[in-house]
T-cell receptor, first 116, second 110 residues
Framework: NAGVTQTPKFQVLKTGQSMTLQCAQD?????MSWYRQDPGMGLRLIHY???????DQGEVPNGYNVSRSTTEDFPLRLLSAAPSQTSVYFC???????????????FGSGTQLSVL | DAKTTQPPSMDCAEGRAANLPCNHS???????VYWYRQIHSQGPQYIIH???NNETNEMASLIITEDRKSSTLILPHATLRDTAVYYC???????????FGKGTKLSVIP
């Protein structure tokens, strides 16, 4: 198993550009989520999904869109990048029993995004 | 979700036990205590979690006080590879949001 795979590892954008951060997992996990981590800060939840076709907002959802068309993939879209979105982005997945619990989270290795 | 309080940093001698405290005085009866760690800039790694009873696995032990207002993560024999930021998190049963604070930066010293 590859676990949670994030691409790209590094990305530089100009203000106003759009892009999609990719996240895929091969563990058949129902729960997937996106976090961002700014220097010296903990992780903040952006969006999460408890299964295909179901998404919800986390703590800092503004400026980001998500969709979940398959169990394996959970892409994060930046429609118009802003310097405030410069951060390290982590995708995480977890087994979810009956969509009422999440067990331990498995994290990807992160995407370092810079918006100029 | 209940908030947690952790010391910003701690040192531990290599080979000694590392005891990382966490206060969660507003925890409610159905909230679990989770511990994760983040080594350098890698993605966080799950360590252990518990509700009421003490828990132990191959990585660590989790001691939760009887009133559940605090807990301690114990790394029995710390190595240099245990140098990381350790996050204590409480989560409501059935909740989907894990809130990571700033954690405790543990430095294991040779």
């Amino acid at each position: 198993n590859a676990g949670v795979t994030q691409t790209p590892k590094f990305q530089v954008l100009k203000t106003g550009q759009s892009m999609t951060l990719q996240c895929a997992q091969d563990m058949n996990h129902e729960y997937m989520s996106w976090y961002r981590q700014d220097p010296g800060m903990g992780l903040r939840l952006i969006h999460y999904s408890v299964g295909a076709g179901i998404t919800d907002q986390g703590e800092v959802p503004n400026g980001y869109n998500v969709s979940r068309s398959t169990t394996e993939d959970f892409p994060l879209r930046l429609l118009s990048a802003a310097p405030s979105q410069t951060s390290v982005y982590f995708c995480a997945s977890s087994y979810s029993s009956g969509r009422t619990e999440i067990e331990k989270l498995f994290f990807g290795s992160g995407t370092q995004l810079s918006v100029l | 979700d209940a908030k947690t309080t952790q010391p910003p940093s701690m040192d531990c001698a290599e080979g000694r036990a590392a005891n990382l405290p966490c206060n969660h005085s507003t925890i409610s009866g159905n909230e679990y205590v989770y511990w994760y760690r983040q080594i350098h800039s890698q993605g966080p790694q799950y360590i252990i979690h518990g509700l009421k009873n003490n828990e132990t696995n191959e990585m660590a032990s989790l001691i939760i006080t009887e009133d559940r207002k605090s807990s301690t993560l114990i790394l029995p024999h710390a190595t240099l590879r245990d140098t990381a930021v350790y996050y204590c998190i409480v989560r409501d049963s059935g909740g989907y949001q894990l809130t990571f604070g700033k954690g405790t930066k543990l430095s294991v010293i040779p």
